[in-house]
């Protein structure tokens, strides 16, 4: 599903974010992205999201060759690819179901798909009860809840998650961790980069462990360390 | 394209700020009237000149104690001379019955006219081969020192100066039109730039769930090309306005003389409002354009 070929990534003006990262990560895997600040985790995630693109090698995402898309070709790519964040990324003026439906309205789904969807996947995420609140309403978990169901809306191959459990305390981090599982049981792709030791530790999944821009470990079944 | 999604968006964009839309709207508004009149004007000038130099001929003022030999051998120069088309005789008396009927409502002109005979003077009209300045100017030095030629006259001066005024006047609106346009383009850009802005988490959410750039852009280019054609259509309104005054002036008897012609056509009409419409459209697009261009780098 996405596979690093000795990709390096040279900011402008900056320190090196990568340097010849290698790794394959398979449909339905899911991958902890470890390290400490700085050390390429969110390059990677970025990278795959042709967010930024890389200084050298080769980048395939779903069967793609990242670099070689036209401008045109990223959004196309970016709909296969949900996204959630630390900070969540909601839209403050909008109720819960119009945050979620908005991802659907803006690549052009119909009315009828947007009706019959939100509503669902708001179930799936235990929201179903608070659509016509604001983001503001919501605690924190509750509005991961609600990016996690935009990202997810859409049905995308691939999840990637920025530290979604870094502004959460830990029982809450537990629930959305039980969300992300779920959506990874659903085979969806999941990548998340992370601080959080206990999370890695339980959930006992791969980890590649990056060190200033080096892959220095992959595991199976691995733990934070 | 979701069609009830891009007009709610662009409304949206167009209410968030009234006073720098409205500012927008009446710039465009104003430069393109002013745009628009110069033009009209431009038209109607050039009709009435066109006009005018239709008719110039080179008119031959006679002493009025001039002989019958003196008129003879005029005539027979005029008739010899390969320029001259035509050349006719206009007596004393068809003369004052002439200025009689220019001057039907100036009755102090009429009553200076019949007191004194020496200012309608007998002439001749001479019609040249060809409406050539050059020509119009050797043919006035050629007869002025003849005997019996009390002065020759030409209209070329005339037109002349009403076309160097008239061409004055038009580069001077053009120019402050421009200037305004410029304003107008730039305070498109600045309301596309805040609207843009305003919705920057926005767009940053669109692009991450993957929408086109196209679906981002429209709604902002709409916002401005909405503003342009509000404005170009307020100056349609102005310049319509202009055109209708200026027919019923030239309808006044008191200046029919004058500005019998001074009417722009139907067509022209017609032309200046495209014109009109079209800079207010392009004046919107580049405005919103050019104010995206530097957010929506992916």
């Not at chain 2, 009237?33 to 239709?54: E, K």
């Not at chain 2, 709409?222 to 027919?247: K, N, P, R, T, Y």
Request: aromatic content about 6%; overall charge neutral.
């Amino acid at each position: 599903m996405i596979t690093f070929e000795n990709v390096t990534k040279v900011y402008k003006g900056e320190a090196t974010a990568l340097r010849g990262v290698s790794a394959t990560i398979e449909k339905g895997e899911f991958v902890f992205l470890v390290g400490p600040s700085g050390s390429g985790k969110s390059t990677m995630l970025r990278l795959i999201n042709r967010e930024e693109t890389a200084s050298g090698g080769r980048l395939f995402v779903a069967g793609k060759d990242v670099a070689g898309l036209t401008k045109g070709r990223v959004p196309y790519l970016r709909r296969n690819i949900g996204c959630i964040f630390q900070d969540y990324k909601l839209l403050a003026n909008k109720t819960v179901y119009e945050n979620v439906a908005f991802a659907l309205e803006v690549i052009g789904r119909p009315r009828s798909v947007v009706k019959s969807q939100v509503p669902a996947i708001l179930e799936l995420v235990g929201l179903d009860d608070k659509m016509n609140n604001l983001p503001h309403e919501l605690s924190g978990g509750e509005q991961q809840r609600v990016s996690i169901a935009r990202a997810f809306v859409n049905r995308p191959l691939i999840l990637l998650a920025d530290e979604p459990t870094g502004n959460l305390d830990p029982a809450t981090s537990v629930g959305i961790m039980r969300l992300l599982d779920r959506i990874n049981r659903t085979g969806t792709t999941v990548v998340m980069a992370t601080h959080d030791r206990s999370i890695v530790d339980t959930m006992q999944r791969r980890v590649v462990e990056l060190d200033q821009g080096h892959v220095v470990r992959d595991q199976v079944r691995g733990v934070y360390q | 394209m979701n069609l009830d999604y891009i007009i709610r968006e662009t409304i949206i964009n167009l209410r968030r700020n009234v006073t720098l839309t409205l500012a927008a709207i009446v710039t465009v508004a104003v430069s393109l009237s002013l745009f628009g009149s110069t033009l009209l004007i431009r038209q109607a000038v050039n009709n009435v000149t066109a006009r005018w130099q239709d008719g110039i001929e080179v008119i031959v003022f006679l002493q009025r104690d001039a002989t019958d030999e003196q008129r003879d051998a005029l005539q027979k120069k005029f008739d010899e001379n390969p320029h001259i088309r035509d050349a006719r005789y206009v007596d004393e008396a068809e003369s004052r019955e002439e200025a009689l009927r220019l001057f039907a409502r100036n009755e102090a002109m009429k009553k200076k006219v019949e007191e004194s005979p020496d200012l309608v003077p007998p002439s001749y009209r001479l019609v040249p081969t060809e409406k050539d300045e050059d020509l119009i100017k050797s043919l006035t030095n050629e007869f002025s020192g003849e005997p019996g030629v009390r002065s020759v006259k030409n209209q070329l001066d005339t037109v002349q100066i009403v076309r160097g005024v008239t061409d004055f006047a038009q580069l001077a609106g053009l120019g402050i039109a421009i200037g305004l346009l410029g304003a107008a383009l730039m305070l498109i850009l600045n309301t596309i730039r805040m609207a843009m802005y305003a919705r920057r988490r926005e767009i940053e959410v669109m692009k991450l769930v993957g929408a086109t750039n196209w679906f981002i852009r429209v709604p902002f280019m709409l916002e401005g090309i909405v503003q342009g054609l509000i404005g170009s259509a307020i100056a349609v309104g102005a310049v319509w306005s202009l055109d209708w005054a200026m027919a019923k002036a030239a309808q006044n008897p008191n200046y029919r003389m004058l500005l019998e012609d001074l009417v722009a056509s139907p067509q022209d009409r017609l032309l200046t409002t495209a014109v009109v419409i079209v800079l207010g459209i392009v004046i919107g697009a580049a405005g919103s354009t050019w104010g995206l261009s530097r957010f929506l780098k992916v």
